[in-house]
């Protein structure tokens, strides 16, 4: 092992003991959560990426705020979801388009208003984007 590596892993561990450095869990807060009503959420297409941002989302609670959720998967990552008591969405992805699996759950985002709209793909998509 690296000698400069050992010494930064030592430093790391006394500031831990201090309390210098304090193991915080990333929070996500909407500034006006009061306006907001209804958040899409588009997952990754990547499966690497798509099990990574899972991973941010495990410790999330959903039932805040009263702000309505959804959830837009890839059907392909249908088996890996363990996300409960949400509104999931799944898609197929093809390469220049976007399409649900459930007509009426895209009509019903459609015809209803969100306020707001994340999209958590790394790669532009331009089906994607044609939607949103």
Do not use: W
């Not at 930064?8 to 006394?14: A, G, H, P, S």
């Not at 990574?52 to 979801?81: A, D, M, P, T, V």
């Not at 898609?91 to 999209?119: G, H, T, W």
């Amino acid at each position: 092992m690296n000698f400069n590596l050992t010494i930064l892993r030592l430093k790391i561990m006394f500031y831990l003991l201090l309390g210098k450095i304090r193991r915080n869990s990333p929070k996500i807060e909407f500034p006006n959560h009061k306006k907001i009503k209804r958040v899409i959420i588009f997952f990754p297409i990547n499966e690497d990426l798509f099990r990574l941002s899972l991973y941010s989302f495990r410790k999330f609670n959903f039932h805040q705020n009263s702000i309505e959720y959804y959830f837009i998967i890839n059907q392909q990552f249908q088996n890996i979801i363990n996300l409960n008591g949400i509104n999931l969405i799944f898609v197929n992805y093809r390469k220049n388009k976007m399409s649900f699996c459930n007509l009426e759950q895209q009509n019903a985002l459609i015809q209803n208003n969100s306020d707001v709209i994340i999209d958590l793909n790394v790669d532009f998509s331009l089906g994607l984007s044609k939607f949103i």
